[in-house]
């Protein structure tokens, strides 16, 4: 099965509202894919993603980050999404890392988060990451083998005290 990271567009607009309303339908946690929760017209959060992506119009509470869309190429269909942070902010050294990604509910345990994690590994090396630190909320089994199963190393957990979680924190070595 060929999965793709590609970027955003208005070419998939209607697969962004179906993998948002699945998610919402769902009631499940949408991580690494910004406020999509929040943005019904899927135009504004492709904006969204385009003034995140560089230091000139990233939000001032946010860092430069690079938002993927992870499609089967055999029916164009979006299955996950993947965010790619260039570097920390306090929030995200402590607790929310490098990375953070999700895969629409109807697609889960196909092995998916495993490969879109591995297939963004090349795109850190090339904006110049040594290590990258994936976290995952100590529940959340399905998250902590993605990261074991792409070389994650446990490093600490830590109590983030907003969400009322205990986040295990990973680095991944990229040399
Ligand atoms: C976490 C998530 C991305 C996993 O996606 P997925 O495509 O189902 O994961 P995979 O199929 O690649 O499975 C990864 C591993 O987790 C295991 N797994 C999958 N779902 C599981 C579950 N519900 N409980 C326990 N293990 C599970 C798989 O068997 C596999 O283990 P293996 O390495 O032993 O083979 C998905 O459940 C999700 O989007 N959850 C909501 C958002 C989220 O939690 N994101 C991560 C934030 S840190």
Redesign the pocket.
């Given at each position: 099965m060929k999965l793709i990271l590609k970027t955003p567009t208005a070419q998939y607009s209607d697969e962004i509202a179906s993998f948002r309303e699945e998610f919402l339908q769902d009631g499940?946690?949408?991580?690494?894919c910004y406020n999509l929760r929040g943005l019904k017209n899927p135009n504004d959060w492709i904006k969204y993603c385009d003034d995140c992506s560089k230091m000139e119009t990233v939000p001032a509470h946010w860092v430069v980050s690079t938002q993927f869309i992870y499609v089967r190429e055999c029916d164009d269909r979006i299955v996950?999404m993947i965010q790619i942070r260039h570097y920390f902010n306090e929030f995200l050294e402590k607790y929310g890392g490098h990375i953070?990604?999700?895969?629409?509910?109807s697609?889960?345990?196909?092995?998916?988060?495993?490969?879109?994690l591995r297939d963004c590994l090349p795109y850190c090396r090339k904006i110049g990451l040594k290590k990258i630190l994936?976290?995952?909320?100590d529940s959340?089994?399905?998250?902590?083998?993605?990261?074991?199963?792409n070389g994650g190393t446990y490093e600490s957990t830590v109590f983030y005290a907003k969400a009322g979680v205990n986040l295990e924190r990973y680095w991944i070595d990229l040399i």
């Open positions: 499940s946690s949408m991580d690494g996950g953070g990604y999700c895969v629409r509910p697609e889960r345990k196909k092995g998916y988060a495993k490969q879109m994936v976290s995952c909320i959340n089994e399905a998250s902590r083998k993605t990261i074991v199963s």
